[in-house]
């Protein structure tokens, strides 16, 4: 049995800006079979690094981290956990925020996310929390030494998920999406 699940979009954003920028709030978003349209995240293909460990770095694999999403709970508990008064999308590069989906980062992956106007994406899985996602915080509070390293912990399976786009269309804040979980599968070698 496949369970659905029901939220809503809160921000759109796109990271055009090299790597170190926040990303910015747009009102709607272009989105292609490349990912958000304008997005550094957008491609095909990317080149391969530590989270394809299978590959040679630096070799071409297919893109299944076109796009980033987080929710607006658990940016709260980042935030908490950190004693900030605030953790935004924009400052982890995240492409959506979502809110109204329970424990965001733990959907499975194979999750598809069903928006209004066409789009369908696939998650491919939790977008591990690290030092250098940690580091765009810290712009913002100057006077809080070690966010970088704290960031790892506190955003442990909070940090929101990666995928790509099965289908394009447009994707805007107030948007609902319709969540549905792949068919639950328990594997055991023979």
Known sequence: MRTHLTGHTVRVLIGSEPKNHPAREVPEGKVSLEGFVGDRHAGLTRTSDVRTPWCPKGAL??????????STEELALIAAALEVPRVEAAWLGANLELAGVPRLTHLPPGTRLFFPEEVILTMEGENTPCRKAGRALQPWYPDREGLASRFVKAAHQRRGLVGWVDRPGVIRPGDPVRILLPPAVTYSLP
């Open 61 to 70: 694999v297919r893109n299944t981290r076109q796009v980033s999403l987080v």
